[in-house]
T-cell receptor, first 115, second 113 residues
Framework: EPEVTQTPSHQVTQMGQEVILRCVPI?????FYWYRQILGQKVEFLVS????????KSEIFDDQFSVERPDGSNFTLKIRSTKLEDSAMYFC?????????????FGSGTQLSVL | RKEVEQDPGPFNVPEGATVAFNCTYS??????FFWYRQDCRKEPKLLMS???SGNEDGRFTAQLNRASQYISLLIRDSKLSDSATYLC??????????????FGTGTRLQVTL
C-alpha cells in the first residue's frame, strides 16, 4: 500500500525556536492535511491544503503556524516560535480527492518535544 | 456537548468475546463516518467506513443511526491483535472540499488470554 512519509520521527527543540516538519504525501494525491495529538488527548485537525492554498484551518492554527508545498513532492508544517504547549505528535495525511468517503492516509507522525 | 463522544474504556475482554463500542456526534451536518484504529503512539489507521445501511468487514460490523446521531462498532471473536484504541471519526467537510475529520477520544480495548 502507498505510504505517507514524515521526517523526522522525533524533534526536540527549545522554546522560541522555529521547527519545520516534513511530509511526503502519496504522489497522486491532491489534498493534504496536518493533524496533531497531544499526549493522552484526541487527534485534532490543524489545516487542510489543496491547489497550493489552505482550504481550511482550525483555531489552533494561529499565526505561528504555516504550511507550504515547496516542490512537487514535499508538504511542510512550520512553527515559527515554538511554545511548550506545541509538544505533540504531528500527523501528516493526504487523500486523492474531496469525496466525503475518501480515505485519508496518515503518516507515522513526528513527535515534537518543546523544552 | 463534545463533537464526538465515546466511552474511553478500557474494555477488558477475553479472546473470543464479542464487544461493542458506541459513539455519538453533535454535528447533524456531518457527511461521513468512520472507525479508525490507533495503536500506542502510532498513526490512526482506517478500520472501516460506516453507512446507514450497516456494513460488515469480516469480524467487524459498523452501524450508523443518523436520526440519533449514533455510531456503533461490533467486534466478534476478539483476538489478542485487536487490542488497540478505537477512534470514532466524523467528517464534517463538504463534498468536493477537503476532508475535516473530527476524532473522538477513543475507546481502549484490551483482549486477554
Amino acid at each position: 500500500e502507498p505510504e505517507v512519509t514524515q521526517t523526522p520521527s522525533h524533534q526536540v527543540t527549545q522554546m522560541g525556536q522555529e521547527v519545520i516538519l516534513r511530509c511526503v504525501p502519496i504522489s497522486n494525491h491532491l489534498y493534504f492535511y496536518w493533524y496533531r495529538q497531544i499526549l493522552g488527548q484526541k487527534v485534532e485537525f490543524l489545516v487542510s491544503f489543496y491547489n497550493n492554498e489552505i482550504s481550511e484551518k482550525s483555531e489552533i492554527f494561529d499565526d505561528q503556524f504555516s504550511v507550504e508545498r515547496p516542490d512537487g513532492s514535499n508538504f511542510t508544517l512550520k512553527i515559527r516560535s515554538t511554545k511548550l504547549e506545541d509538544s505533540a505528535m504531528y500527523f501528516c495525511a493526504s487523500s486523492r480527492d474531496g469525496t466525503t468517503n475518501e480515505k485519508l492516509f496518515f503518516g507515522s507522525g513526528t513527535q515534537l518535544s518543546v523544552l | 456537548r463534545k463533537e464526538v463522544e465515546q466511552d474511553p474504556g478500557p474494555f477488558n475482554v477475553p479472546e473470543g468475546a464479542t464487544v461493542a463500542f458506541n459513539c455519538t456526534y453533535s454535528n447533524s451536518a456531518s457527511q461521513s463516518f468512520f472507525w479508525y484504529r490507533q495503536d500506542c503512539r502510532k498513526e490512526p489507521k482506517l478500520l472501516m467506513s460506516v453507512y446507514s445501511s450497516g456494513n460488515e468487514d469480516g469480524r467487524f460490523t459498523a452501524q450508523l443511526n443518523r436520526a440519533s446521531q449514533y455510531i456503533s462498532l461490533l467486534i466478534r471473536d476478539s483476538k489478542l491483535s485487536d487490542s488497540a484504541t478505537y477512534l470514532c471519526v466524523v467528517n464534517i467537510g463538504l463534498t468536493g472540499t477537503a476532508s475535516k475529520l473530527t476524532f473522538g477520544t477513543g475507546t481502549r480495548l484490551q483482549v486477554t488470554l
